[in-house]
C-alpha cells in the first residue's frame, strides 16, 4: 500500500448515523489505524484536483441535488494484493446515475480515472498479514442490511497522518 501525498484530497460520502457508528466501531477494533485517519465511508472521487471550491461545491451540488437511497449489507473481502474487507453497498443505481454527473465535467473535470468502482465502505485497508480467517469470522459482526441515505458528503485532505475535513455538503 502505497503512502499518500500531502495534501491529497479525495470526496467521499459519508456513513452517518446508526450505521456510521456501528462500522467504525467495528474498524476501531479491526483497523484502529485507518478508523483514527478517515471516517466511515464510500469514496465518491479518489483524486480531487486543486480547483477553487466554489467549482467543486458547483459539480457536487450538480451531481447530488438531492439525497440518495441505497442499501448497507455485509461485509465481504476484495481480491487485491491488500485483502480488503469492506461493508456493500446496494441498490446503486441513483448512485451510479449521480457519479456520472458527478465525472461530466459540467463544473470541474475530476480525473477520469475514477469513473468506475465497486461502491464499498472500506472496514479493514490492508490485511495482508494478519489472520484471515479471524477476520473473515468477525465480519459476521458487522452484517447490517440497513438502509443509507447518502446526505452528508465530503471533501478531506490528508494533513499529517489523517484525513481533515475541508468541506462539507449536507444533501
Same mark, same amino acid.
Given at each position: 500500500?502505497?503512502?499518500?501525498?500531502?495534501?491529497?484530497?479525495?470526496?467521499?460520502? @459519508?456513513?452517518?448515523?446508526?450505521?456510521? $457508528?456501528q462500522?467504525? +466501531?467495528?474498524?476501531?477494533?479491526?483497523?484502529?489505524?485507518? +478508523? %483514527?485517519?478517515?471516517?466511515?465511508?464510500?469514496? /465518491?472521487?479518489?483524486?480531487?484536483?486543486?480547483?477553487?471550491?466554489?467549482?467543486?461545491?458547483?459539480? @457536487? %451540488?450538480? +451531481?447530488?441535488? $438531492?439525497?440518495?437511497?441505497?442499501? &448497507?449489507? *455485509? @461485509? !465481504? =473481502?476484495?481480491?487485491?494484493?491488500?485483502?480488503?474487507?469492506?461493508?456493500?453497498?446496494?441498490?446503486?443505481?441513483? #448512485?451510479?446515475?449521480?457519479r456520472? $454527473?458527478?465525472?461530466? *465535467?459540467?463544473?470541474?473535470?475530476l480525473?477520469? $480515472?475514477?469513473?468506475?468502482?465497486?461502491?464499498?465502505?472500506?472496514? @479493514? !485497508?490492508?490485511?495482508?498479514?494478519?489472520? #484471515?480467517?479471524? &477476520?473473515?469470522?468477525?465480519?459476521?459482526?458487522?452484517? /447490517?442490511?440497513?438502509?443509507?441515505?447518502?446526505?452528508? /458528503?465530503?471533501c478531506? =485532505?490528508?494533513? *499529517?497522518?489523517?484525513?481533515? =475535513?475541508?468541506h !462539507?455538503?449536507?444533501?
Amino acid at each position: 500500500m502505497a503512502e499518500s501525498q500531502q495534501g491529497r484530497r479525495v470526496l467521499v460520502a @459519508v456513513v452517518t448515523g446508526d450505521p456510521g $457508528r456501528q462500522i467504525q +466501531a467495528w474498524r476501531e477494533r479491526h483497523d484502529p489505524k485507518q +478508523a %483514527r485517519r478517515l471516517p466511515p465511508h464510500a469514496t /465518491l472521487s479518489y483524486w480531487v484536483p486543486p480547483v477553487p471550491m466554489h467549482r467543486l461545491d458547483e459539480q @457536487v %451540488r450538480h +451531481a447530488f441535488a $438531492r439525497p440518495i437511497a441505497v442499501r &448497507l449489507g *455485509g @461485509v !465481504r =473481502e476484495f481480491d487485491n494484493v491488500d485483502r480488503t474487507f469492506f461493508v456493500d453497498v446496494l441498490n446503486t443505481e441513483a #448512485l451510479d446515475a449521480a457519479r456520472e $454527473r458527478l465525472f461530466d *465535467g459540467t463544473y470541474v473535470d475530476l480525473p477520469a $480515472r475514477d469513473r468506475h468502482w465497486t461502491w464499498h465502505v472500506t472496514c @479493514v !485497508r490492508n490485511s495482508v498479514g494478519r489472520d #484471515l480467517d479471524a &477476520l473473515r469470522a468477525h465480519a459476521g459482526d458487522l452484517a /447490517l442490511d440497513a438502509p443509507w441515505q447518502i446526505d452528508t /458528503l465530503a471533501c478531506l =485532505e490528508l494533513q *499529517g497522518d489523517r484525513y481533515q =475535513e475541508i468541506h !462539507r455538503w449536507t444533501l
